[in-house]
């Protein structure tokens, strides 16, 4: 029978619980923090970074002139990065797609084998990530055309060249489009969640792709809009709690890794002005290569401490979808082995008389 959202609560801790600490190992939890990092389960953030200032002159203590810039060659610096971030954030975005398959095996199977899990799912993440560019090409076509048409409609209509006797319905149209935008990312967040939930499983257990489990999980989705939708309020208020908690687990971790951290970033600075460094194509070359170091790491650190999280929302989802799926409900309550079957033994065979 099909359990609640509430309901699928409690067995998903008692998962994680044994899953990460009946045994601890160290080494299970480090894989799974790496397969949660690479499968986009933690939100980006950024850092205000310093810089160095360029040497000044002794004479009037003015800093000293940077060199003439070549524009052509910044040019294709630019072109450069732009070319190799796109690059990066296609690889990025197919090792997620695998690593969203080995997440679900780690949970599943109570153990994290990333080399193991890549062999065995390299071509269902080929198809997941297919379905993710699919969806994100017709997100941003659906955001173009929902903000393209009323744009053009204002400027046609020549709202834009006297926008003050016009300023109703330009403040009434803007919070129209501002709501119907919400709207949409909105549904888009929801598919993507429900995609990743309930749609992988799909196509883990049954060798399918994207699109043709989205058309067994429509039926689903219409016989149990409450049951579905209540998941989502649940999820949604168990994300926020799990944020607030990590988040202050992770502030007070960076306090106490600020102090090395800190001195490393003052030397530094202090060692560049020494000797005399200003800020050009090598020095911010090296300065994006130690920035992107340096976030990798602390991404990785913010992981170590999700891994509870990471464990516990894949494990929410399979027990509150294996009631529904019998494929998934099969491998999370494997039936009881049937007790063996003796055959009776025949009569003692009578004594012979005499």
């Known amino acids: 029978m099909p359990i609640s959202a509430v309901d699928a609560i409690d067995p998903a801790f008692q998962h994680t619980k044994q899953q990460l600490l009946h045994p601890f190992r160290a080494a299970q939890w480090a894989k799974l923090a790496l397969v949660g990092f690479l499968a986009g389960e933690l939100s980006s953030g950024g850092c205000n970074g310093s810089s160095f200032r360029s040497p000044t002159n002794p004479s009037g203590g003015q800093p000293f002139p940077l060199p003439h810039p070549n524009l052509l060659l910044y040019a294709s610096l630019i072109a450069l990065l732009i070319g190799l971030g796109a690059v990066l954030w296609v690889l990025f975005l197919y090792v997620s797609s695998v690593m969203r398959f080995i997440l679900f095996d780690s949970v599943i199977a109570r153990r994290c084998d990333i080399r193991l899990g890549w062999s065995r799912r390299h071509e269902a993440g080929l198809r997941y990530f297919v379905w993710q560019l699919v969806f994100i090409l017709a997100t941003l076509v659906g955001l173009t055309v929902l903000l393209g048409i009323p744009a053009g409609f204002a400027l046609a209509a020549g ?82 709690a799990a944020s607030v908690a990590v988040g202050i687990v992770t502030i007070v971790v960076f306090l106490i890794l600020l102090i090395p951290v800190g001195g490393f970033g003052v030397v530094a600075i202090i060692l560049g002005k020494t000797a005399g460094l200003t800020w050009n194509l090598y020095t911010i070359t090296f300065a994006v290569v130690v920035v992107c170091i340096v976030l990798a790491v602390l991404f990785y650190l913010i992981s170590l401490i999700s891994v509870p999280a990471i464990v516990f929302f894949p494990a929410y989802s399979i027990y509150f979808f294996a009631s529904r799926y019998p494929a998934l409900g099969a491998l999370v309550n494997p039936p009881p082995p049937a007790a063996p079957q003796f055959s009776p033994l025949p009569p003692p065979s009578p004594e012979p008389i005499g």
């Open 159 to 240: 709202w834009f060249k006297d926008p003050h006797r016009h300023l109703v319905p330009l403040v009434l149209g803007g919070m129209l489009l501002f709501f119907a935008v919400m709207g949409f990312i909105l549904l888009s967040l929801v598919v993507h969640v429900l995609t990743k939930d309930f749609v992988v499983p799909e196509m883990a257990l049954e060798n399918i792709s994207a699109f043709e489990g989205w058309r067994r999980l429509l039926p689903m989705l219409q016989s149990e809009k409450g049951s579905y939708a209540g998941y989502l309020g649940m999820k949604i208020v168990m994300a926020l």
